[in-house]
Nanobody, 114 residues
Framework: VQLVESGGGLAQPGGSLRLSCAAS????????MSWARQGPGKEREFVAA????????YYADSVKGRFTTSRQNVKGAVYLQMDSLKPEDTAVYYC????????WGQGTQVTVSS
């Protein structure tokens, strides 16, 4: 299994970023997928999940209404659209299956600051 996250960067409060996760080494179209994050000095926490079909989505309360996850099974990719970003969203973001049982990738750094 290989998971490669990208799309992170610096954003201003209220701004947006779109993260991507390229997945390979397994049958992507059959896997529920998730996003997690680890902020500075914090434990890794669940952010969002999406079912294998894309029909069901789940979000942490802290991001509900601001973040949207989606996927493209033909591309083996899952996405996290992050809007109305807040400084507390600053973290390294990771994708994984759901529940998260695979080894974590490198993640992508998101920094929200003015």
């Amino acid at each position: 299994v290989q998971l490669v996250e990208s799309g992170g960067g610096l954003a201003q409060p209220g701004g947006s970023l779109r993260l991507s996760c390229a997945a390979s080494g397994f049958t992507f179209s059959s896997a529920d997928m998730s996003w997690a994050r680890q902020g500075p000095g914090k434990e890794r926490e669940f952010v969002a999940a999406i079912s294998w079909s894309g029909r069901e989505e789940y979000y942490a309360d802290s991001v509900k209404g601001r973040f949207t996850t989606s996927r493209q099974n033909v591309k083996g990719a899952v996405y996290l659209q992050m809007d109305s970003l807040k400084p507390e969203d600053t973290a390294v973001y990771y994708c994984n299956n759901y529940p998260s049982t695979w080894s974590w990738g490198q993640g992508t750094q998101v920094t929200v600051s003015s």
